[in-house]
């Protein structure tokens, strides 16, 4: 409803928000759009040029190639394994490290949370962690891709402040007086108090696991066990012109190579992002909310 009691320059300043956001938008779903058009076109038009907005000689040629091959369904199996074991290992190391450190009454809060934050800037290095995930035995086991990240520092602050701001304390007070347990209150009272800052952290740590590839590059070895973002990558490279096939292939061949493989790079990325697009908007109306009630006090 427009508002009766704007002044012209209300007006003006309105107008030029508006274009400035409609600019963002613009900007921000035409690279999603060009991906997707790109990926449906013929690799010939891709090559060319010939893509501006929709799909050009419609073909699915990228995404045969992607699905013929052989792995891609274990790939599949595999990151969703990784990412649903992952979030809720992650989601259960963050509850247990931020309800404790929320809590005025623990003593050791302020060490142990200047202890973690240290973390944040300050890590032992690529060649310690390898040292250390081999010799525990991880070494080309699923958990390795989970456990060397299973908790993250960030989730953890904005976690422990949502339980500082956002559970009253008479309610643990008056737990206390009823006889219920820590583990009971969290489990019955915090637990179902903290819908909007799990739904983040679910989404943080999904898409981390969803996208982890260097974990698998470092800790893993065999083929059966490797992520989604492991054999697209492995796709690619086969499907890079080799300059050694100049003397066994013609030109035509050549090109149609060349093609397939610019067809390839935009459904690969249209593979794998699609499911963390459409996890979104199932948790998209948490995100705000959690975040701004988890970074309301440090």
């Given at each position: 409803m427009r508002n009766l009691y704007a002044t012209r320059g209300d007006r003006r300043f309105t107008a030029v928000i508006d274009a400035l956001l409609l600019l963002v938008l613009i900007v921000t779903l035409y690279p999603l759009l060009y991906i997707v058009s790109s990926s449906f076109s013929a690799p010939s038009a891709v090559t060319s040029g010939k893509v501006w907005l929709w799909p050009v000689d419609v073909s699915v040629a990228g995404y045969r190639a992607v699905f013929h091959y052989g792995g891609i369904w274990q790939g599949f199996a595999n990151t969703l394994y990784y990412t649903v074991v992952g979030t809720l290992i992650s989601l259960a190391l963050t509850v247990l490290a931020a309800y404790p450190l929320s809590r005025p009454d623990f003593r050791a809060g302020t060490p142990l949370m200047l202890l973690f934050t240290f973390t944040m800037f300050f890590s032992g290095g690529l060649i310690p962690t390898y040292l250390l995930v081999n010799q525990l035995g991880l070494y080309d086991n699923r958990m390795a891709i989970i456990l060397p990240s299973a908790l993250a520092i960030y989730n953890l602050i904005i976690t422990r402040t949502?339980?500082?701001?956002?559970?009253?304390?008479?309610?643990?007070?008056?737990?206390?007086?009823?006889?219920?347990?820590?583990?009971?209150?969290?489990?019955?009272?915090?637990?179902?108090?903290?819908?909007?800052?799990?739904?983040v952290n679910a989404l943080f740590y999904a898409i981390g696991y969803w996208n982890n590839i260097q974990s698998a590059l470092i800790f893993l070895k065999s083929n059966d066990k490797m992520p989604l973002q492991m054999l697209l990558r492995s796709i690619l490279i086969q499907n890079q012109v080799d300059p050694s096939m100049t003397a066994t292939l013609n030109t035509a061949a050549l090109a149609e190579r060349a093609n397939l493989r610019e067809q390839l790079k935009y459904a690969l990325i249209v593979v794998s992002s699609l499911p963390v697009i459409l996890l979104y908007p199932f948790v998209q109306r948490y995100f705000v909310k959690g975040i701004m009630i988890g970074s309301i006090k440090g």
């Open positions: 949502f339980f500082q701001t956002g559970i009253p304390k008479e309610l643990l007070e008056a737990a206390k007086i009823d006889g219920c347990s820590d583990f009971s209150f969290v489990r019955s009272v915090v637990l179902p108090l903290s819908g909007a800052i799990l739904a």
